[in-house]
């Protein structure tokens, strides 16, 4: 199935959905209104989510695929760089590299929202997350376990994919932390602030992935 290309959208209507965004990550969607995504964007009209979007439902699904979209298009990348120089070698390295592009390159410091929000949705709306990728937006993240699976000790495959779950869970539970934190800029982060922390989080993942099958 081909992918779409993204829709281009107005300067007004891109910062609504960062508002939007925000919001939907500090208080899930069904927490936050059409009305206080407007007043938080600045806008007196209350209906200007339904003017770009048609309902907050369809502007909830466009900021799922933006970032997926985002962060399969890293993660790809990233892959056929390393496999270009015959990686990943490591269990480590495809965990690091899975961290990695889930970050928005071109975000300050506590600006991003996408790992939260993508988490807790996924968590409370499972069936609408997944029903809003339509299969699409997750060939990066299936390279990747492709070659854990051949970076892994020996086990049973069902052990391994149930290893995958876990993977998915502490992925999602590490980055909506470090999200969540480094939001509240009325004081520092230092454990989140540096870079090595990300590198040490990857180190236990992988150690968890890499355990003994008995």
């Known amino acids: 199935m081909a992918n779409p290309a993204p829709k ?31 007043e938080a964007a600045g806008q007196k009209n209350h209906a200007v989510v339904g003017y770009y979007f048609g309902s907050k439902e369809a502007l909830v699904r466009e900021l799922i695929v933006d970032g997926a979209r985002a962060i399969d298009i890293r993660r790809n990348a990233w892959l056929d ?24 390159p071109d975000a300050s410091p506590g600006d991003e929202s996408f790992n939260r929000f993508f988490t807790l949705l996924g968590l409370s709306h499972r069936a609408f997350f997944m029903e809003a990728l339509e299969g699409r937006w997750n060939t990066g993240y299936q390279r990747c376990l492709d ?41 520092p982060h230092h454990m989140w602030q540096s870079g090595a922390t990300l590198k040490h989080a990857a180190k236990v993942i992988a150690a968890m992935i890499e355990a003994p099958f008995r």
């Open 81 to 104: 760089s390393c496999e270009a120089k015959g990686g990943p070698h490591t269990v480590a390295e495809v965990i690091e590299g899975m961290i990695e592009t889930s970050l928005d």
């Open 147 to 187: 070659h854990l699976r051949r970076l892994m000790p020996e086990m049973p495959a069902a052990k391994k994919n149930e290893r995958f779950v876990f993977l998915g869970s502490t992925l999602g539970a590490v980055l909506a932390s470090r999200e969540s934190e480094l939001s509240d800029k009325s004081r």
């Open 8 to 38: 281009v959208r107005s300067d007004a209507a891109e910062h609504l959905k960062a508002v939007a965004l925000r919001l939907f990550a500090e208080r899930g969607i069904d927490g936050v209104t059409v009305r206080q995504i407007a």
